[in-house]
């Protein structure tokens, strides 16, 4: 089931992006005091006290304004309404009540989706209740905060936890969700085809040609697997193109849904921007993965297959723990080493680890590289413990001070090295709490 979208929505410049990257706790909106910056939606996974949203950023909501580009930064914000479970509505407190806050409220409450409003820019003290006006729209209680500082996110984060819907669990499915993904015609329906033994997905050179994602299952070492042909994720289409939007949408949703994803590359070409955005998307997600260079059939024996595959493992050095596999769809050659490889993923998210020994990796880590200090304060571990789910998901709690984000890598990165986790990415969360006496 995919996760819950939350929608952060506003007039321009009241802190949107810079409350985005605050909550992702990295820098990925552009942030700027020219108001409209953020014209499209920016979309990221979101661990928010060990439960993942969706979180969208949006162009601010422009009233009046006759330009195309406003209007199409306005429509891409009431989008994100639409799809969202949840709507994080942003004043700047310190302007107080505008006309624009006061025309999208009645919008907000007519859609039936959990508001939390949240009144920014309460950068000290001395500015404590100027978000008190946003009583004014009826939407109940208002967070004061700093995006900027990252004064009261705690308080923002378990409103936003308690405000998300229930969701009951979905009917169980057999088989380990796999997902193909990549770029047009790369070859994805023939590796469908050739892992599930018939001509399921309609194979064409035309790229685009599969518009929705096809299921079906098949086995390998004893191990039921159910495996999605999903669309070519392209460039984002014009508003004209509806249909290759949805085919994105319907891609990106296959991978949050997916246990393991297989990245589809065409060894026979260079690796392009489109092939490292779908491995983004999948290190974003943290979604296990296996990169498949298909076509090998194409560059002959010898030589030009391992220089492709080395640049290859070069170009791909920020996912560097995904395993990398030359394959031929059509001719089949690599196919079963592509399957052991998924089965190996597979077992490294079903590893589990006992509390000692993930204090003892902890402690290890800490030692050998201390976390930068946060405005002065020193960033404190006291013990970690293994959550549940795939991919292995851990919470270290500490003394509640920021993480940054290089330093979240380089623990990600020594814990896989500390556990054996040749192949999985790590999911950690951090948490507040006292030490262990």
């Given at each position: 089931m995919p996760p819950p979208v939350v929608a952060i929505v506003g007039a321009p410049n009241v802190g949107k992006s810079t409350l985005f990257n605050r909550m992702l706790g990295?820098?990925?909106?552009i942030v700027s005091d020219v108001p409209g910056v953020t014209r499209d939606r920016l979309m990221a996974s979101c661990d928010l006290f060990g439960v993942n949203v969706t979180l969208v950023d949006t162009g601010g909501m422009v009233k009046g304004a006759p330009d195309d580009l406003t209007r199409r930064v306005r429509a891409e914000a009431l989008k994100a309404v639409e799809e969202a479970d949840v709507i994080l509505f942003v004043l700047d407190a310190r302007a107080g009540l505008s006309a624009l806050d006061l025309e999208v409220a009645p919008l907000l409450r007519s859609s039936g989706k959990p508001v939390v409003l949240v009144g920014n820019?309460?950068?000290a003290v001395s500015l404590e209740g100027l978000e008190l006006?946003?009583?004014r729209l009826g939407l109940g209680d208002v967070v004061s905060l700093s995006a900027e500082q990252g004064r009261g996110l705690d308080e923002l984060v378990e409103r936003l936890v308690r405000s998300l819907p229930h969701r009951s669990a979905p009917v169980a499915q057999p088989g380990v969700r796999v997902a193909i993904v990549g770029r047009p015609n790369v070859g994805k329906s023939s590796l469908f085809n050739r892992l599930v033994k018939q001509d399921r997905a309609l194979v064409t050179p035309v790229p685009g040609t599969t518009r929705d994602p096809v299921d079906a299952l098949f086995e390998h070492a004893g191990v039921t697997y159910r495996v999605i042909d999903t669309a070519g994720i392209r460039r984002r289409a014009s508003r004209g193109e509806d249909i290759e939007w949805v085919s994105v949408l319907k891609a990106r949703q296959a991978l949050e849904e997916a246990e393991?994803?297989?990245?589809?590359?065409?060894?026979?070409?260079?690796?392009?921007?489109?092939?490292?955005a779908i491995l983004g998307i999948i290190a974003q997600g943290q979604t296990p993965a296996v990169v498949a260079a298909n076509k090998i059939d194409l560059l002959g024996p010898g030589g030009p297959l391992s220089t492709r595959m080395r640049e290859f493992s070069e170009a791909l050095g920020f996912v560097a723990y995904v395993p990398l596999v030359p394959i031929s769809a059509l001719t089949g050659e690599g196919v079963d080493r592509l399957l052991d490889t998924l089965g190996k993923v597979r077992n490294e998210g079903l590893k589990r680890f006992s509390t000692a020994e993930l204090n003892r990796a902890l402690q290890e880590i800490v030692?050998?590289?201390q976390p930068p200090s946060d405005s002065g304060r020193e960033v404190r571990f006291y013990y970690m413990t293994q959550a549940g789910g795939q991919p292995p998901r851990f919470i270290i709690f500490g003394n509640g001070r920021q993480v940054p984000e290089p330093y979240r890598r380089y623990m990600a990165?020594?814990?896989?090295?500390?556990?054996?986790?040749?192949?999985?990415?790590v999911v950690l969360s951090f948490r507040r709490s006292r030490p262990v006496r």
């Open positions: 990295r820098r990925k909106a820019k309460i950068d006006e946003a009583y393991i994803a297989v990245a589809l590359i065409d060894s026979s070409a260079e690796i392009g921007h489109q092939d490292l030692r050998e590289k990165g020594r814990l896989r090295s500390h556990l054996g986790l040749a192949f999985s990415p």
